[in-house]
């Protein structure tokens, strides 16, 4: 059974891939640092609400596409 943090990791990074940004970008545009973004796609990281409307602000979607 895949875990929630693993399910979002993946997620975010198809959502990411798709928009053509690098996790480097990704992170300058959320305000995150680019090792806490890696640490999110591969699962390793339970995030905060707060940093998750940060990634969807930066990524142009909605907190709620990013958690479908």
Do not use: V, W
């Not at 979002?8 to 090792?35: D, M, N, V, W, Y």
């Amino acid at each position: 059974m895949i875990n929630i943090q693993k399910k979002f990791g993946e997620k975010l990074k198809e959502t990411r891939i798709q928009k053509g940004l690098s996790q480097e970008k990704l992170a300058f545009k959320s305000g995150l640092h680019r090792t806490y973004i890696s640490d999110i796609e591969r699962g390793a990281r339970n995030l905060s609400l707060q940093n998750i409307e940060k990634i969807a602000k930066a990524l142009g979607i909605s907190n709620s596409e990013l958690l479908k």
